[in-house]
């Protein structure tokens, strides 16, 4: 039987995840690239991974709760080291004479930042793993889904949903291009962890809930090659309304096949790029 037809992701909770720390400098505006305005009509990058749900203990009887309390705590840690600058929405400013459309992203709103989603299915890893293509329930584990990167007027740049599963917890994040491109998005995702990480370990520890965590390899978020300020940065784009340039890909629905690797088979892979690589040193010289 296909999961997807008799299960339903269920939402239990939704708040906003606002960074740790603010300062003045987080509220000025994030002006787009000309890289970044050509990702309006990008989907979201959806990304996730699956995780072992924690078992109850005498310490601990709900450990699922205090893993998503957790996670929550260890976001807007994260946001505070990574992308404190992005948070809020896109705006729109124009004006008719002299004709002008420019777009950026507007951080002057304290109340607003990333979004985080806890929610629930009835299913177990093997529903989710043992088919030979991915269910079509698996979309339900993100937010946001078929949305486009302008949609950030409305909608929010980040959404972290963590879906639990009878016996897995499932994170997946929605990222706009935005914010940056898929290498931008998997450093997030290795800070976000690693800040997860550390909380962790020191959640026995007193205070341990206001330490303040540094990631191993902070991202460089200045780009070097826009030089100004204020609104001498804003691109004015040759429109006058977004109908002109969005359009929606309806994306038919297509089949995803799942692929298993066991330990064996990925040292084998390895084994066999490492001798290419070899061989190539080999011509070269």
């Known amino acids: 039987m296909n999961p997807d037809t008799t299960k339903v992701v269920r939402q239990i909770s939704k708040c906003t995840i606002k960074p740790?720390?603010?300062?003045?400098?987080?509220k000025q505006p994030h002006y787009l690239t000309p890289w970044d305005l050509s990702f309006f009509n990008a989907q979201y990058i959806q990304k996730g991974l699956l995780f072992r749900k924690p078992a109850p203990s005498l310490e601990d009887p709900n450990p699922t709760t205090t893993f998503i309390d957790q996670l929550k705590h260890s976001l807007?840690?994260?946001l505070?080291?990574?992308?404190m600058q992005n948070l809020r929405r896109m705006v729109t400013k124009k004006?008719?004479?002299p004709p002008f459309y420019g777009i950026y992203v507007d951080c002057s709103n304290d109340s607003l930042g990333a979004e985080f989603i806890h929610a629930a299915v009835d299913l177990s890893m093997l529903d989710i793993l043992t088919p030979t293509d991915v269910p079509l329930i698996v979309q339900s584990f993100f937010a946001l889904e078929g949305a486009?990167?302008?949609?950030?007027?409305?909608?929010?740049?980040?959404?972290?949903?963590v879906t639990e599963l009878l016996d897995e917890i499932f994170v997946g994040c929605s990222f706009s291009h935005v914010l940056g491109d898929?290498?931008?998005?998997w450093k997030f995702f290795h800070a976000f962890a690693e800040i997860n990480g550390k909380l962790r370990k020191t959640s026995k520890e007193a205070g341990a809930q206001h330490i303040e965590c540094n990631i191993s390899r902070p991202p460089i978020t200045k780009r070097w090659f826009m030089e100004g300020n204020g609104d001498s940065l804003l691109i004015n784009l040759p429109f006058t309304h977004h109908k002109v340039f969005i359009s929606r890909y309806e994306q038919p629905i297509?089949?995803?096949?799942?692929?298993?690797?066991t330990t064996e088979s990925l040292a084998k892979l390895k084994a066999k790029?490492?001798?290419r690589e070899e061989m190539q040193c080999i011509k070269i010289r």
């Open 95 to 97: 004006q008719d004479n």
């Open 80 to 83: 505070w080291r990574v992308w």
């Open 76 to 78: 807007s840690m994260t």
């Open 148 to 161: 486009i990167c302008h949609d950030g007027h409305t909608e929010p740049l980040l959404v972290v949903q």
């Open 273 to 275: 790029v490492k001798d």
């Open 182 to 185: 898929g290498t931008s998005f």
């Open 254 to 261: 297509l089949r995803e096949r799942m692929f298993h690797f």
């Open 20 to 26: 740790h720390k603010a300062s003045e400098e987080s």
